[in-house]
């Protein structure tokens, strides 16, 4: 079924493969739950629907399209969906969804890609976004999760002078916790071993609970290492609830706003399925003649496990560059990502440890009285992940101004705006003005003028 053998491959190295892969990426079991529960979420609830989803969706990578690629809630779309969509810490009056409606616009983007696959007009829409901006928004991605990473580890701190400045250490324990999982994980990173980012999770979560023990500092509370999961109806099926409001903003003063999430939603998850696809293959030697065989059940399956996703209650479930430890260890076939998505399901039961785990520490409250959390033992993670995603701008031809300035300018929006969706609208802006100003019209899809145009009148009319 899996054609282990014209693979050269044996069902031993499929499995490790698959376990390889599952430790790689299951920091975002750890993670998911934490950043979605800024928006209102119940984390319990996330954390269930993030296995499910991620599971289901590796499952039918495995069974019909048989590559070793795993799936889960990407990095950088689950912080869109708070921060942006959301609208999570920004200012009053800003134009924002609720997370029912977030999950909503996400089912419909996975039904959008599913049909789009399915007829074979993805591919032509995805190729008419330029290399550059999609260079300069995965750097620029990487770049805002960074930013959160440093803000929830405790590293930097608001200022009225500068906005922004970096903390005391005097006292400051939950940074120096924070520095801890970051050197550990970066030197296994360095060591090139696999699961570096869990193990970097684990040792900051041991060094936490010692000194909250040792110094009596607020720290981890012990909820369990297992138990029967639940939670799952307190997000399961609420898109459903969000899809009437959606449409009702779809067709007011704010649809253009709403027309330009759907837009940012669709093509951050082509983007990354597809970048991720091509990835993986290449490195598992299964492109043929610069083609991917079965690519469309391969988005298929991709684009199903977003709309389940967003049925059960998580942000966009995407294709995991992670994958590639999996095919290091041998992975060439789909039994991998099985052997992942089972995993994923046998991790359910482990619910009130990842939730201890990436439980907030109480560093002081606010003027309104809310808690100030802060998060030592995820905070490493984010900072290595968006480290890893800058590398996509030495695909940038910075010889040329109309295509350097646009990523730039795309690349370093999204942290000092503090969102996704400002860096990628300034982006496009920017590139279809750069290419209209300097007569080179026709280097700028007709795409690209379409939705500078949208994102501009978005502005107007958002102030």
């Known amino acids: 079924m899996f054609e282990i053998k014209q693979r050269g491959s044996r069902v031993g190295h499929e499995v490790l493969g698959g376990l390889t892969t599952f430790m790689a990426m299951s920091y975002i079991l750890v993670v998911q739950p934490a950043v979605l529960s800024k928006a209102g979420m119940d984390p319990h609830a996330v954390f269930m629907a993030t296995c499910i989803s991620a599971a289901i969706g590796s499952i039918l990578m495995g069974l019909l399209a048989n590559y070793p690629i795993a799936l889960a809630p990407g990095m950088g779309e689950n912080f869109f969906f708070v921060f942006t969509l959301c609208g999570v810490g920004a200012a009053s009056g800003v134009f924002k969804l609720t997370w029912q409606e977030a999950l909503a616009l996400t089912a419909i983007a ?76 970066l030197a296994l990173t360095a060591f090139r071993v696999r699961g570096a980012i869990l193990i970097g999770i684990l040792a900051t979560t041991g060094a936490t609970g010692l000194v909250g023990w040792i110094c009596g500092v607020p720290g981890l509370k012990w909820m369990g ?68 065989p079965k690519a469309e059940r391969a988005l298929a399956a991709d684009a199903a496990a977003t709309v389940i996703g967003g049925a059960f209650g998580t942000s966009t479930v995407t294709s995991y560059i ?57 905070a490493p993670a984010l900072i290595l992940v968006g480290a890893l995603m800058m590398r996509a701008i030495r695909d940038i031809e910075w010889d040329d101004p109309t295509e350097a300035l646009p990523a730039f300018l795309s690349m370093v929006a999204m942290p000092f705006a503090y969102s996704i969706s400002a860096g990628i609208a300034i982006g496009f802006i920017s590139y ?32």
């Not at 990473?149 to 970096?166: P, R, Y």
């Not at 951050?268 to 043929?288: E, N, Q």
Request: a positive charge.
């Open 110 to 185: 996975g039904l959008v890609f599913l049909l789009l696959s399915l007829v074979g007009f993805r591919s032509r829409l995805l190729n008419a976004i330029p290399d550059a901006l999609k260079s300069g928004i995965a750097a620029g991605i990487g770049l805002f999760i960074a930013l959160i990473g440093f803000e929830w580890g405790n590293i930097v701190v608001h200022d009225e002078s500068t906005m922004i400045k970096l903390a005391g250490m005097k006292g400051n324990y939950v940074a120096g916790l924070t520095f801890l999982g970051l050197a550990v994980t």
């Open 432 to 463: 279809a003005f750069a290419k209209l100003v300097t007569g080179r019209i026709r280097q700028c899809p007709p795409i690209v003028y379409i939705f500078a145009v949208l994102f501009v009148v978005q502005y107007l009319i958002s102030g």
């Open 225 to 292: 290492l297992a138990g029967m999961p639940h939670g799952l109806d307190k997000t399961a099926g609420q898109f459903l609830w969000g899809f009437g409001t959606l449409f009702e903003k779809l067709f007011s003063r704010n649809g253009a706003d709403v027309l330009a999430f759907g837009f940012i939603v669709l093509f951050m998850v082509m983007f990354d399925t597809v970048g991720t696809l091509v990835g993986v293959a290449k490195r598992a030697g299964l492109m043929y003649q610069g083609h991917l």
């Open 322 to 378: 992670e994958s590639i430890t999996g095919v290091a260890s041998g992975a060439r076939t789909g039994l991998a990502a099985v052997v992942t998505g089972l995993c994923l399901l046998a991790a359910l039961f482990f619910q009130p440890l990842v939730l201890m785990i990436g439980g907030g520490i109480e560093v002081g409250r606010y003027s309104w009285g809310d808690p100030i959390l802060r998060y030592p033992i995820i």
